[in-house]
């Protein structure tokens, strides 16, 4: 069987998706942070045993020789630095490779272990997004129990920008009533000023219905809230649960307005909601022209 692990980012088609042309690799299947908002557990089998996908570099090396030039996002269906990357280095022979064809590269994690490539990054042309959705660690705890905590992800952008590396922060996904509060934002927004990160992305959270069981079984008081706001006011775009719009736009907009007192870039991700002062909404334009 031929195996391929370039593909072009394919939203699936998706009527809200504003991202830039682009190709998705994941060097690994499956992601052992366990968010219980994550949306892989409804395509992906056994979604938190990670495993390295069989003779990757071999065949993406050969992907990547006859393919036209575009952003390279890494990773959308997993997270690229597992704790087995610390052994394996597969992440890291990946972007060796991506260097050496000259592919840019557009980095997403919520690991903090993006340090041990941050030399490497700073050689090539490359923007590293983190996903931190609170400071505070007891909600974290509970929204992505097994990944590293929001401190570490905190001190991992303060190395990137040291290094000089673009970083967009992923505030995303919002869940109302769980990570919303307007002052808790505000403070997560003025400790990523201070970091002087590049961009913020956000979006609330969209209930298919796996992560929204988990989603109630970790807040139980707030599920017949988000039961209601979900299942009785929202509305369904190609099997995705959104909230009313309303409800939206005022939580994105006050993160809007959160980034743009701070003067930082924002945009928003599948929501078709005219918030953008970012010139992607991806983050690829800051992709670094490095070497
Ligand atoms: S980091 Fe992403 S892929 Fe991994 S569990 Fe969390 S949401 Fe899912």
Redesign the pocket.
Known sequence: MDVKYLHSFDPWNFPLCTCPPKYSIDPYTG?????I????TSYIRD??RVRPKKDFLKYLKRDLKHAPKMPVSMSN???PYPKMEKKLLLTHGTLELLKRYRFPVLLLT?SDLVIQDAFLLSTMQSVVSI?ITTMDENVAKKL?PF?PSPKKRLKAIEELKEWKIKVAVRVDPIIPGINSDTEKLRELIETLSSLDVDQIISSVYKAKPDNFKRVCGVFKKECEYLRYLYYEKGTVIRGNRYAPMKVRMEILKTLRNLATRQNIPFSVCREGLPLNTAKTCDASHLISKNP
């Open positions: 992601c052992e942070h366990r968010c908002y994550c949306y892989i979604p938190w269906s997993s997270d919520k996903t992505e990944a």
